[in-house]
């Protein structure tokens, strides 16, 4: 069976404008609706884990590669969706989380990862080998020492992917992502002024790189298994800015893909771009829009929205107070936030509730904080929500309740604020 993005590059040869977004999360609520919205729309549905998400220690999230691989199977099962819609990716798989190592060590991390992933049964393997670790010299990694490791890696994920295909024939062959500037997960940690879009040299110094090392390391028929390099188009965000996507600034770097029609780029932090943007990105080679915090973000949207009415609809009482409740894990568990946000204790504040980095999605699965929100949910059901209060809180939501698209049920209200988000990747990709 042909790879569902192999698929993809094979109708952008023929010219057809067409992408896929990257759904990066391990919120099982945001989980949920992306596996729905997937079975709604009969079609391939992406869905990554990042390296400090899930690893062979557990990540932050505690869950093994086959874990979450498992997990993401069994929700599809439930809803009927097809085994062969569900893609599973592994992002920034490499050093990321060793970088304190020197490089034996992170290397021998690195590999045990990647083979995880790959003989768990994921396809979609980003190959992150561009961050230092303790013993390199200091200055840039060089497009070498990159793809050396990101080859180690390669090899690894193969070693994976044939013992799995020993226990499940016809298991699907991975696919591969490369790059070496690779914006860090999860949005820029500081305030930026501008963003240097990669330039045509580097990227095609990466291509020619990575095929020569291929080629030196044996495994030079690997290329063919490359479908995106990963590069830095312009698109960020931070704590309250995001730097939409400029075409005439990334026009240059997208025209040398015509020299390299095997591949596409992948656009990594995409997150609150406009739709006109993620249009425009994929009409322009980034055909793979990777997304992650912000679509936790508008699931925290929706539930503060759904908090603020059960102030006004429930008994003190008897008030889930789940704001206040994240609030408070937040600040008992700082470790998730407290190098990311910066300011007075007012700023902080605000950032931990609405940051665009979205700190709180580390949060939001944390057991005080899951029954915070299956308490409000049950409020709102014996309290309902008036449709004029609903306009007033969500109004973009009010509308699918109104129009019957949407039923008057709190949790399918606060799965819209993530819909509201997929809507836009949903059309970016969408073949004319």
């Known amino acids: 069976m042909k790879h569902p993005i192999q698929e993809m590059m094979d109708r952008r040869r023929q010219g057809k404008t067409c992408g896929i977004p990257s759904y990066c999360t391990a919120n099982p609520l945001v989980l949920e609706i992306i596996l729905k919205r997937a079975k709604l729309l009969n079609t391939p549905v992406l869905i990554e884990a990042t390296a400090n998400q899930v690893n062979q220690y557990g990540g932050y999230t505690g869950m093994l590669p086959r874990d979450f691989h498992e997990m993401i199977q069994q929700v599809a099962k439930e809803i009927n969706l097809p085994e062969h819609l569900v893609i599973l990716g592994g992002d920034h798989l490499g050093p990321l989380t060793w970088q304190t ?175 006109a943007c993620l249009k425009s990105m994929v009409r322009d080679g980034i055909a793979i829009l990777k997304v992650g915090p912000a679509l936790t973000f508008g699931l925290r949207e929706s ?54 980095s979205d700190r709180a999605r580390y949060y939001i699965g944390q057991p005080e904080v899951t029954k915070s929100i299956d308490k409000l949910f049950a409020n709102l059901r014996e309290y309902p929500i008036p449709m004029n209060m609903l306009h007033q809180y969500l109004p973009a939501t009010y509308a699918k309740v109104r129009d019957g698209i949407l039923p008057l049920e709190p949790k399918e209200l606060a799965l819209d604020g993530v819909t509201n988000f997929m809507l836009d990747y949903e059309q970016a990709v969408k073949e004319p």
């Open 101 to 275: 190592l020197p490089e034996q060590e992170a290397m021998e991390k690195s590999i045990e990862l990647v083979y995880q992933y790959a003989r768990a049964g994921f396809t979609k393997i980003h190959l992150d080998t561009s961050m230092k670790v303790a013993d390199d010299p200091e200055g840039l990694l060089s497009t070498e020492t990159i793809a050396r490791r990101g080859a180690k890696l390669y090899k690894a994920a193969m070693k994976g992917y044939e013992e799995l295909l020993a226990e499940k024939p016809g298991a699907m062959h991975p696919v591969f992502i490369i790059g070496s500037e690779v914006p860090i997960p999860g949005g820029a940690q500081e305030t930026e002024d501008s963003l240097a879009v990669t330039s045509p040299a580097a990227f095609r110094d990466t291509i020619a790189t990575y095929k020569r090392i291929f080629e030196e390391s044996g495994v030079g028929e690997g290329w063919n298994d490359v479908v995106a390099v990963v590069v830095q188009p312009g698109v960020e965000f931070g704590d309250d800015q995001v730097f939409l996507y400029n075409h005439q600034a990334a026009r240059e770097l997208c025209a040398a893909l015509a020299d390299y029609p095997e591949v596409c780029f992948e656009g990594h932090s995409t997150d609150y771009q406009s739709a």
């Open 303 to 356: 539930l503060f929205a759904l908090s603020f009415m059960e102030k006004e609809l429930v008994p003190e009482h008897q008030r889930a107070n789940f704001i206040e409740t994240l609030e408070n894990v937040m600040l008992a568990k700082p470790d998730n936030w407290q190098k990311h946000y910066h300011g007075d204790e007012k700023q902080l504040t605000l950032a931990r509730r609405y940051s665009f």
